[in-house]
């Protein structure tokens, strides 16, 4: 799944390469999936998009948004799978859950293998779309300081019973983060999966929001993480500490086998001397 490095990535290569492309036509879903998304009928979207010039991409958490102009917004959300870029006279895609094809022949295609949003919005509604309206800040965000960070956890332990996986994986408590990174986070910041969210110390908590950033900005830096593609169908540069590739080898930081646990519906990657 996408999390926001591979959104940030998209939109800048969106603007690099397709920013001023003239759609010739769109097309919705040839491959069904009754969990991707959409928010209008197939005719209607190529009866819209024909004619719209794209605009500035952005990507804000697990969203990426690519203005349609005039007047509509293309919405991807939530989605694991490719989004890529065919240049003119390339084989397009069998299969897809979007395929948007430009006047200079290059194409645009989305398809998702486990769910996903591919939605066209009236400019400004998209910003009504669930879990993009009342978003919280996000760690690219001014707003995501570590006083921010603080008050956060704080207010949490008000409610239910929380863990540090937890606090970085459920509920878009701090949106763009998704299990594959939470890994790498909690590794950096040398904490169990399991660790009480109540029991951090301060020290741990200035630890853990360090982590939250340095490992964002080393996966954005590396154009995303490497077990998924970008625009182009390239892996990403940024390569997971902790993850299925390096179960059962070498902690980096102590040499003790990586060990793995299933823990609040994944897969959790940790060493059992570092994380406490």
Known sequence: MFECPEYITFARQINATLAGKIIRQGSLGNSPHKFVWYNRAPEEFAALVPGKKVGEARAQGKWLFVPLEPGYVLLFGENGGKILYHAADSKLPEK?????????????SGLTQMWGAFELYDSGKERERQYVKDMK?????????????????NVLLEGEKRSVKSLLTQDQ?????GNALAQDILFNARL????????LTPAQRRQLYDAIISTVQAAIAGGGRDDETNLFGQPGGYQRLMSSKTAGQPCPACG????????LGGACYFCPACQL
């Open 256 to 263: 003790r086998p990586i060990e793995k646990i299933q823990y």
């Open 137 to 153: 800040p996000t760690p690219v965000d001014p707003d995501f300081s570590f006083p921010y960070f603080d008050v956060l956890i």
């Open 96 to 108: 897809y859950h979007l395929l948007i094809t430009f006047e200079d022949g290059s194409a645009l």
């Open 192 to 199: 169990h999966p399991r660790h009480p969210l109540a029991e």
């Open 173 to 177: 408590l701090i949106p763009g983060l």
